[in-house]
């Protein structure tokens, strides 16, 4: 069994054949450590960082910024279910139940 990132890099993408083409398995460091620490009990909570799109972004710098959901609309041009469609689709991303656990682990994780 072998496993790469979409995101995986020319370099490590040969290291990975070649490993593959010598009958060893391939995993890339950064999953290596996520599973290690998972058996030994580390948390992993900041090695995965979901992707965003351009506008989850935005309307979390928004909330952040402490924007209500009328004024984020009436900021990025969109109605109050679009924010409200975001939102919901940023806390199911982070893992969160509302929006003070948004604005936590945006800054735990760096997101901006």
Same mark, same amino acid.
């Given at each position: 069994?072998?496993?790469l ?11 990975? +054949?070649k490993?593959? +083409? ?8 950064? /999953? ?7 058996? /030994?009990g ?6 995965f ?13 928004? +909330? ?7 004024? /984020?609309?009436v ?5 109050t279910?679009?924010v ?13 139940k ?15």
């Open positions: 069994m072998s496993y990132l979409k995101n995986t890099d020319k370099k490590e993408l040969t290291e990975a +054949i490993s593959v +083409i010598e009958g060893n398995r391939y995993l890339p460091k950064k /999953i290596s450590d996520i599973l290690l620490n998972d058996s /030994i580390i948390q992993n909570s900041n090695y960082i979901p992707k965003l799109t351009v506008r989850e972004k935005e309307i979390l710098n928004l +909330i952040i910024q402490e924007f209500t959901t009328e004024e /984020i609309a900021k990025l041009f969109v109605s279910k679009t409200e469609s975001h939102r919901s689709n940023l806390i199911q991303k982070l893992g969160v509302n929006s003070a656990g948004l604005v936590r682990v945006a800054f735990e994780k760096g997101l901006i």
